[in-house]
């Protein structure tokens, strides 16, 4: 069974620091798409990241620019995403996921549709206090 387990969500003050952890089992992350999306209450979810396997591109929503990295550790199965100078508007449940298909949901501009990510792990809470 394809599956993600999150980690490393909890309760920080603005400015400080989280890295979350998105450790897949049942399949390999060599040459696939993974990618963050995030909701935070009230609002819909949305696209925060994502790192393309097949052609190294890595995309950054606006809001997270220079504040997050993402990064794959490939013998450890995992993708991470290191998250600097914390604001509250970070505070949301945080999601990795992977797309159903090879298609271009990744690349440096673009993060594909969530409706195209259909394996999905159970989300980590991220909370942001001032």
């Known amino acids: 069974q394809e599956q993600f387990v999150e980690s490393g969500g909890g309760l920080v003050q603005a400015g400080g620091s989280l890295r979350l952890s998105c450790a897949a089992s049942?399949?390999?992350?060599?040459?696939?798409?993974v990618a963050w999306f995030r909701q935070a209450p009230g609002k819909n979810r949305e696209g925060v990241s994502c790192?393309?396997?097949?052609?190294?591109?890595?995309y950054y929503a606006d809001s997270v620019k220079d504040r997050f990295t993402i990064s794959r550790d490939k013998a450890k199965n995992t993708v991470y995403l290191q998250m600097n100078d914390l604001k509250p508007e970070d505070t949301a449940a945080y999601y990795c996921?992977?797309?159903?298909?090879?298609?271009?949901?990744?690349?440096?501009?673009?993060?594909?549709?969530?409706?195209?990510?259909?394996?999905w792990g159970q989300g980590t809470q991220v909370t942001v206090s001032e």
């Open positions: 996921a992977k797309p159903r298909d090879y298609g271009m949901w990744c690349t440096e501009t673009w993060l594909g549709p969530q409706n195209e990510f259909d394996t």
């Open positions: 049942g399949f390999t992350l060599d040459r696939k798409i």
């Open positions: 790192v393309n396997g097949r052609d190294g591109s890595i």
